[in-house]
Nanobody
Framework: QVQLVESGGDLVQAGGSLRLSCAAS????????MGWFRQAPGKEREFVAA????????IYADSVKGRFTISRDNAKNTVYLQMNSLKPDDTAVYSC????????????????????WGQGTQVTVSS
């Protein structure tokens, strides 16, 4: 069983930056594709970014492409989401998710592809 704990959420002004972290325990982190999702008030949870087991392959939602960067440190069992040029529309609870994969380059953007979820961290962007 994998446990995921997010941190780094905060209140920030539009145009600012934040880095979210997701620490994993209880599993073989290097065997998991990792993803970030977010859920804004009154909206469904949506995909943000994902990274393959070794970090070679990444995918992003169009809404964050060029502003957000996902990365991972397998030695620290941690995945990161660097968020730049933040907008009020980025306000949401951000959650990380993990899915074991056989193929090193696999990445997933569908929620039901992921097996484990963290509790989330709140990001609020003021205008």
């Amino acid at each position: 069983q994998v446990q995921l704990v997010e941190s780094g959420g905060d209140l920030v002004q539009a145009g600012g930056s934040l880095r979210l972290s997701c620490a994993a325990s209880g599993g073989t982190f290097s065997g998991y594709c990792m993803g970030w999702f977010r859920q804004a008030p009154g909206k469904e949870r949506e995909f943000v970014a994902a990274i393959s087991r070794g970090g070679v392959t990444t995918i992003y939602a169009d809404s964050v492409k060029g502003r957000f960067t996902i990365s991972r440190d397998n030695a620290k069992n941690t995945v990161y989401l660097q968020m730049n040029s933040l907008k009020p529309d980025d306000t949401a609870v951000y959650s990380c998710a993990a899915r074991s994969t056989v193929y090193g380059g696999s990445v997933y953007n569908l929620q039901n592809s992921y097996h484990y979820w963290g509790q989330g961290t709140q990001v609020t962007v003021s205008s």
